[in-house]
């Protein structure tokens, strides 16, 4: 080979090598950009949502029905992104199945970790929502019963029987009789004092999203501020599972603020019995549940 067409074979080798990074860079954006911000795949861990939702099913989950935002992770990591919303044109309304990120538990001003969680949304900002004998009341209405609902227990919670993991910390309920309490609403005004702030303390450190509430000498600060009052600034959501009975939700951990809303499930795409190993393949692949398989969430 001559010394120019070996020059030109490197050119030629090296274009090419370039033009490959840059297609290549152009579909990992899109893909960023589609599972992001438009729809995403998750799979469910735990019974919360059965029947409505098995164990072991795999949603396509729909990012664009409540409206438009950039991306609030790096996909398949924990690593956060400074997020806000480009479009909105719906809210979530009661009776919806919403998928949105778990805010944390009870005492945690967040999440160690990005996960999703799918539950059905039984109030709104504004609702005063309250558990008789298993009976749901919202506004002082019965609710609608979920077609797929189901209770695990065949008994009910003494009323005055106290969970020790309820929410809001420090007050008496369990899941059978719980509330009533108001689900907060952008604009609302909470009175504070020394006597609840201890029920309200990590709900206003998750809206500054750090450790903002400080108690001393009886007397309130928020943010290095004295304060008696606490001005909230998002709409807010109560989640439960259908699995009422068997289901960690708002009843334990809290409201779901509006800016952790992040769509709703289309239809599953794939099912299998998800608590048998991998190692069992035979099995697992024998588990598959072919007549879940494109069924429509509702």
Not at 36 to 51: A, C, D, K
Not at 206 to 232: A, C, L, P
């Amino acid at each position: 080979m001559k010394k120019n067409e070996f020059v030109q074979a490197r050119i030629f080798t090296w274009r090419n090598f370039r033009n490959a990074i840059k297609e290549y860079g152009k579909l990992v954006l899109i893909l960023f950009i589609v599972t992001s911000s438009l729809i995403q795949g998750s799979r469910v861990p735990t019974p919360s949502m059965e029947t409505t939702i098995m164990t072991g099913d795999y949603l396509m989950n729909n990012k664009l029905a409540y409206g438009l935002t950039t991306p609030r992770n790096i996909p398949f990591t924990d690593i956060a992104l400074p997020f806000f919303q480009i479009l909105k044109w719906n809210d979530p309304e009661r009776g919806d199945i919403v998928v949105f990120e778990f805010p944390g538990n009870r005492d945690e001003i967040k999440n160690s970790k990005i996960e999703s969680y799918v539950k059905r949304c039984v109030a709104v900002a504004g609702d005063t929502l309250e558990i008789k004998n298993k009976i749901l009341y919202v506004n002082g209405k019965e609710a609608p019963i979920p077609h797929h609902v189901q209770y695990a227990r065949n008994y009910i919670y003494p009323k005055d029987f106290s969970e020790q993991e309820i929410f809001p910390r420090g007050t008496k309920g369990n899941a059978d009789y719980y509330g009533p309490i108001i689900v907060p609403k952008k604009g609302d005004v909470i009175n504070l004092s020394p006597e609840n702030i201890g029920q309200w303390e990590i709900f206003i450190d998750r809206e500054y999203g750090k450790d903002v509430v400080m108690v001393n000498d009886g007397k309130i600060f928020i943010d290095g501020k004295e304060s008696t009052q606490y001005k909230v600034t998002d709409d807010y959501y109560f989640m439960l599972g259908d699995n009422r009975d068997n289901s960690l939700d708002c009843r334990y951990w809290g409201f779901v603020p509006g800016r952790k809303v992040i769509g709703s499930p289309l239809f599953v795409y794939w099912s299998w019995n998800s608590d048998i190993p991998l190692s069992d393949l035979f099995g697992l692949v024998s588990s598959i549940r072919l007549d879940r398989i494109g069924k429509i969430v509702y």
